[in-house]
């Protein structure tokens, strides 16, 4: 079975810092990968998903993430955070051998300083 | 284009009780998933509707359990209500079974006192 670990339940960033926010997977096949946000009271917006294309993946708002499969992670990352990116970031994985279920890391909610 | 919608935003039971909830999927989509999101939590899947029938389910007891319409609509049924039911109900949709990306709908809001 596939597994998403997130590193850090909360990062605090100052405005137009870099915003990085880790994931990292266990997986015996490649999988597919996914980042979300969840902004309060909402729904999941797909921010950016990575399947099995180029390793550099551009999201929508400034996002982008990295595929690394030696290190089996999928960090997100965005130059210069605003304060509209506070919110909570999801990671998942899609397994090919299970039907492509979708299994969620716990979430790194992000706070951004003025 | 619609996205998808879930109905209701928010409920209220008590322990015992049963409740359904909505879920209508992005135009164009066939295949309806459902999640629990307990609070501070990531969502757990709790099984997957395709051509009317459950396809995969995750580690949920039998008290849930689901249906799909043939306008591919879905409902969340859940008996016997718990306090540790209370949770952010997620609807997703996805065109086929398989690989295809989930667009996920605002919740419902379920509270079990």
């Known amino acids: 079975a596939q597994s998403v670990t997130q590193l850090g339940s909360h990062v605090s960033v100052s405005e137009g810092a870099l915003v990085l926010l880790r994931c990292n997977y266990s997986s015996s096949v490649p999988p597919y990968l996914f980042w979300y946000v969840q902004y309060p009271n909402q729904g999941l917006q797909l921010l950016l998903k990575?399947?099995?294309?180029?390793?550099l993946v551009k999201g929508i708002n400034g996002f982008e993430a990295e595929f690394k499969k030696s290190e089996t992670s999928f960090h997100l990352t965005k130059p210069s955070a605003h304060m509209s990116d506070a919110a909570e970031y999801f990671c998942a994985v899609s397994d090919p051998l299970n039907d492509y279920k979708l299994s969620f890391g716990a979430g790194t909610t992000v706070t951004v300083r003025a | 284009d619609a996205g998808v919608t879930q109905s209701p935003t928010h409920l209220i039971k008590t322990r015992g009780q049963q409740v359904t909830l909505r879920c209508s999927p992005k135009s164009g989509h066939d295949t309806v998933s459902w999640y629990q999101q307990a609070l501070g939590q990531g969502p757990q899947f709790i099984f997957q509707y395709y051509e009317e029938e459950e396809r995969q389910r995750g580690n949920f007891p039998d008290r849930f359990s689901g249906h799909q319409f043939p306008n591919y609509s879905s409902e969340l049924n859940v008996n016997a209500l718990l306090l540790g039911d209370s949770a952010l109900y997620l609807c997703a949709s996805s065109r086929g079974q398989g690989e295809d990306t989930q667009y996920f709908g605002p919740g419902t809001r379920l509270t079990v006192l």
């Open positions: 990575y399947t099995s294309a180029a390793t």
